[in-house]
């Protein structure tokens, strides 16, 4: 079974950019999908960004849309968020998750979830 752990998160200002990644361990890494949600203080856990196990399809939020990418390395099991242009609005606590059936904007269709990596974007 894959675990995952964030990393990256931290207090940056507004027009900064900042790269999570999430490291995960157990040998199916490969078989996943994988996606970030983020979860803002007093919101639900919303959907940023998406990738295919093969890393050929992506998919983003409206909101972060030319501002954030998602990338894998299968060999170093490993997920990445570059995210650019940050936002006060993008202030939240930013979790990946993992997919056995295919990622994408649901949450339901993710078994695996890490801890969460918190960014904070001062204005």
């Known amino acids: 079974q894959v675990q995952l752990v964030e990393s990256g998160g931290g207090l940056v200002q507004a027009g900064d950019s900042l790269t999570l990644s999430c490291a995960a361990s157990?040998?199916?890494?490969?078989?996943?999908?994988l996606g970030w949600f983020r979860q803002a203080p007093g919101n639900g856990r919303e959907f940023v960004s998406a990738?295919?196990?093969?890393?050929?399809?992506?998919t983003y939020a409206d909101s972060v849309k030319g501002r954030f990418t998602i990338s894998r390395d299968n060999a170093k099991k490993t997920v990445y968020l570059q995210m650019s242009s940050l936002k006060p609005e993008d202030t939240a606590v930013y979790y990946c998750a993992a997919a056995r059936n295919g990622a994408g904007k649901a949450r339901d269709r993710y078994d695996l979830w890490g801890q969460g990596t918190q960014v904070t974007v001062s204005s």
């Open positions: 157990g040998r199916a890494f490969i078989d996943y999908g």
């Open positions: 990738i295919s196990w093969g890393g050929t399809r992506t």
